[in-house]
């Protein structure tokens, strides 16, 4: 169903019309009637409110070098190959709402908006269809599994498994792990995908369906050893289920912490490293959204995610039930230890290749809730409800090597040369700076924080957040 531009001489590249965004509006593809590598789809806009029943796709974009064109009213849209495999295996006629063809990729804003409409769009399909693509390993291959599987085949005999050099046996020894094995349960953005989902189907390249109930109740049988080979998948396929265990009892939807959606699966594979923050929007409590801007700032963004952090260890550990006053209670065993190691690593993953700013963020976040412990413990903070942010850590920056213009620092900061790119913080009216130089064998030369006073009431006009928008 998808080919090269080509195969049409008339074709002409695919010219996106755009959304209003005061009508909620989505694009939804239309399956075509015909077949073959010209065969003609229809790209419908509708409001989000009044959309005809419809899928949305859950799948791995794959290596968007290689690319081929689906054709929309006779004009070509470069689609990655994964994803024409895909419509040439789709036989249904439900239409289809896909991110990298409903959504214009190239303009910022509209990609912005979508995004922040993802919990509305996969809570209102019919159902999720995800897109397993044949994937081999060392044995089976996916859809060979997923035959296997539908078979009820629980184990593979020895003699069915590849022994080569580079098996790893273990991991393909049932059907069921061999696919769970599959790079899709590796992405990020599955996890909010799925979550959002009250009804899931998978599909794998060679036109075999797979029950996702079927899928969760072999995870119930599992050890706790083969629970440990994929962790991130059980996870999902767990959590799916008793998100909607939990729905069928209140009308609350089930939100998550930042914190603990961060420290699960920030590891998990993306493209863009803000997405590491932005993935998890559509399943976060509200308190703990952050606004999806990809023209934002990688420095900014991540201290935006700290200072959720910081503020979420707060809300995680203190909390007064309604109509009692005077009175706290642990609302979630959340320590100081666990926070941290979220907090670094995201850093790692959003910074990966980034050795610099890494090594400036590592001192910066060991420091940041080293002061938060010394803050709680010293009963500085409100004794019912700690809102570190406000009365601990109340703002953070990055300021780049030259000179800064940033408008949260004092005139006097603006004429100053600094030497090395540096984040920083402020406790307690002083702000603490952390260097982004690369660590040396000389220890005496390794990065450490410093402080300067700061004078009189120059930040207290300004919020924690537009400080750090303003970077």
């Known amino acids: 169903m998808a080919g090269n531009p080509e195969t049409k001489d008339d074709a002409v590249p695919y010219v996106y019309q755009p959304l209003d965004p005061k009508k909620h509006q989505i694009r939804l593809l239309q399956p075509s009637q015909t077949e073959g590598s010209t065969a003609d789809y229809r790209l419908v806009v509708f409001d989000y409110e009044t959309a005809p029943p419809y899928a949305a796709l859950s799948y791995t974009w794959g290596n968007e070098n290689r690319t081929e064109a689906v054709f929309i009213k006779n004009n070509f849209l470069k689609i990655p190959q994964g994803l024409s495999r895909f419509l040439s295996t789709y036989r249904e006629s439900t239409y289809l709402w896909i991110d990298q063809i409903s959504i214009n990729q190239s303009d910022k804003q509209e990609r912005n908006y979508q995004v922040s409409l993802m919990s509305k769009i996969y809570m209102r399909c019919v159902f999720v269809l995800v897109w397993l693509r044949d994937e081999s390993g060392d044995t089976p291959s996916t859809h060979q599994a997923a035959l296997d599987f539908n078979k009820g085949i629980q184990c593979y005999d020895q003699h069915n498994l590849n022994r080569g050099p580079k098996a790893n046996t273990q991991k393909y020894n049932r059907p069921v792990l061999a696919l769970m094995h599959n790079p899709y349960f590796e992405r990020l953005w599955i996890v909010q995908e799925l979550l959002l989902a009250r009804d899931i189907r998978i599909l794998v390249e060679g036109n075999t369906w797979i029950s996702w109930i079927s899928l969760r109740e072999a995870c119930e049988t599992w050890s706790s050893e083969l629970r440990a080979s994929v962790p991130g998948a059980v996870w999902m396929v767990e959590s799916h289920f008793s998100r909607f265990a939990f729905a069928s009892y209140t009308p609350k939807s089930l939100s998550y912490y930042l914190t603990t959606s961060v420290s699960n699966l920030c590891k998990n594979k993306c493209r863009d490293p803000r997405d590491k923050v932005y993935g998890f929007m559509a399943l976060v409590r509200p308190a703990s959204k952050i606004t999806i801007d990809y ?8 201290l935006q ?30 320590r100081i230890k ?54 601990c850590i109340p703002l953070m920056g990055f300021q780049p090597r030259t000179q800064c213009g940033c408008n949260v620092l004092r005139r006097t900061d603006r004429t100053r040369t600094v030497l090395h790119d540096r984040w920083w913080y402020e406790f307690e009216s002083r702000r603490y700076y952390h260097d982004c130089r690369e660590q040396t064998s000389d220890s005496s030369r390794e990065p450490k924080e410093y402080t300067e006073l700061l004078e009189g009431a120059c930040c207290k006009d300004l919020t924690v957040y537009s400080a750090v928008q303003d970077l």
């Not at 023209?295 to 900014?300: K, P, R, S």
């Not at 039930?321 to 009175?327: A, H, L």
């Not at 610099?356 to 004794?383: I, M, Y």
């Open 295 to 302: 023209n934002v700032c990688l420095e900014g963004l991540y």
């Open 305 to 334: 995610t700290l200072m959720t952090l910081v503020r979420e260890y707060g809300d995680m550990t203190y909390d007064v039930p309604d109509g009692v006053d005077g009175y706290e209670f642990l609302r979630l065993n959340w």
């Open 338 to 391: 666990d926070a941290k190691e979220a907090s670094w690593n995201l850093a790692q993953e959003m910074f990966k290749e980034d050795i610099q700013r890494k090594s400036g963020l590592k001192t910066l976040v060991d420091a940041v809730w080293s002061r938060v412990q010394t803050f709680e413990t010293t009963k500085r903070c409100p004794r019912h409800k700690a809102d570190f942010v406000g009365h």
